[in-house]
């Protein structure tokens, strides 16, 4: 009986702390971002934020869309594989409004790139010396870049 | 029925917990894409790169990375054929521009190493955030929450394979999101995308029919520092032992 006598105050330290916890479940509720811990430790909602970002590169199943023939040139030759943009550089916004034009790639400097000899390079990889394969004249004289085989070319383009 | 003081008790905090689940809304439905449908990767075909750049400059103006900050760059290596634990590594500008040309060497061996964030599944760098601002996605991809994070570069500290930096204008860290915005819409990335021999291939290894499968299963692959146990998931096809 007697250690009844004095449980007043006990309950009023459980209000107290009944208190707290829910100020605390309130300022919680009101600062921490509605999607944290939705999936994990983190604000959910920043993964779609990072989805929505928008795109530069158009992606080549975009260009191949209008620009059919060339994706066919493309497919019978040795730079299949190479896609539009490794070259043209990014090109949504001309995707999405055909009017922006692209410009034309300078062959001077983007031949080289890939096809300048250098020991570092994959030994069955084609490669040359610029100077000495071509003395100065541009490379799409008789490479036509779509279909860079000399038989294919059949003069430039 | 009266509520007492007693009930009210009782009742606000099984409505606050309520109030909070209400709050947080119901998940943001994404008809073409399933987070838990993907776990990504990527595949390096170092015996492919030629070591072009045409990765580092396609990353820059898909992702804004400011000039002199890398979210991919390429590394060459000149090995002397004994000396395995001394390469010589050079990376002008990330690779960005190329690389300059070389002559044959008779005592050693030259080749390209392209680097990226690891997208590491178990990643050093989210576990040290302090604030939760860095994190793995459902769908295997590490990723910052920009507006959360405050820029104490711990992230950038902990990665053990440099792919992190704070970005001079925003303040906060930043890092390859393995083109998250363009994977969720059915698109490689921008380096895979522009990859002139394929030395770079996106890989969904949740993905049953994705070809990566049949590469690991048929060839010699390792990851970027094993001995950390990071559970990277960027895979080097015949990486050579003087890596780092």
Known sequence: ?157 | MNITRRHLMLLLPAAAVAWESVLAGTPEASPNYTMTGHWWGMLIDIPKCIGCGNCVRACQAENDVPDGFFRTWVERYHVDDWNLANPQVISPDGGKEGFPSVAEDPDGKYFFVPKLCNQCADSPCTQVCPVGATFISPDGVVLVDQKYCMGCAYCVQACPYGCRYIHPQKRVADKCTLCYHRITKGLTTACCEVCPTGARQLADLKNPNDPIHAFLKTHSVQVLKPQMATGAKVFYNQLDGSVR
């Open chain 1, 1 to 157: 009986m007697s250690i009844f006598r004095d449980a007043g105050h006990l309950f009023r330290l459980a209000g107290v702390y009944l208190a707290g916890t829910l100020t605390f479940l309130v300022i919680r509720a009101a600062v921490v971002p509605h999607s944290f811990g939705q999936y994990g430790h983190y604000r959910g909602a920043a993964i779609a934020e990072i989805a929505a970002k928008p795109l530069h590169y158009a992606g080549h199943q975009t260009c191949e869309i209008c620009h059919s023939d060339i994706a066919r040139t493309k497919a019978a030759g040795m730079h299949a594989h190479v896609n539009c943009e490794a070259c043209h550089g990014p090109l949504a916004k001309h995707a999405a409004d055909p009017s922006i034009d692209p410009g034309k790639p300078d062959v001077a400097t983007l031949c080289v790139r890939c096809h300048a000899a250098s020991a570092a390079r994959p030994k069955s990889f084609p490669q040359v010396d610029a100077e000495q394969h071509a003395g100065g004249v541009p490379c799409n004289t008789c490479h036509q870049p779509h279909n860079p085989a000399i038989a294919a070319a059949g003069g430039s383009k």
